[in-house]
Nanobody
Framework: QVQLVESGGGSVQAGGSLRLSCVVSGYTSSSNFVGWFHQAPGKGREGVAVSFDSPSITFYADSVKGRFAISRDNAKRTVYLQMNSLKPEDTAMYYC????????????????WGQGTQVTVSS
């Protein structure tokens, strides 16, 4: 059974940093896409960042380029999202996803999802 468990969310002031972690268990392919999405209250889910392991490729939403960084430690089966220079508009529930089924990664058509971790940024 595949499980994705996120952690690291919390409340910070604008300009602060957080690092989210996603531990992936029961999933054998380390080469597929693993990504982060967020969903703010009253809004749809949006792609934040994605990582493909072999070859090593990362993509980011324009809104987070230069501020967020996705990385993965395959030995620990963990994907990270380092979030710097946080803004109030980054406030959302953040979800980890694995195994892109089809389409562009930002479309969110992933097979496995975590339960999410809340990030709140105050001004």
């Amino acid at each position: 059974q595949v499980q994705l468990v996120e952690s690291g969310g919390g409340s910070v002031q604008a300009g602060g940093s957080l690092r989210l972690s996603c531990v992936v268990s029961g999933y054998t392919s380390s080469s597929n896409f693993v990504g982060w999405f967020h969903q703010a209250p009253g809004k749809g889910r949006e792609g934040v960042a994605v990582s493909f392991d072999s070859p090593s490729i990362t993509f980011y939403a324009d809104s987070v380029k230069g501020r967020f960084a996705i990385s993965r430690d395959n030995a620990k089966r963990t994907v990270y999202l380092q979030m710097n220079s946080l803004k109030p508009e980054d406030t959302a529930m953040y979800y980890c996803a694995a195994d892109l089924i089809s389409g562009h990664w930002s479309g969110g058509n992933f097979r496995f999802w975590g339960q999410g971790t809340q990030v709140t940024v105050s001004s």
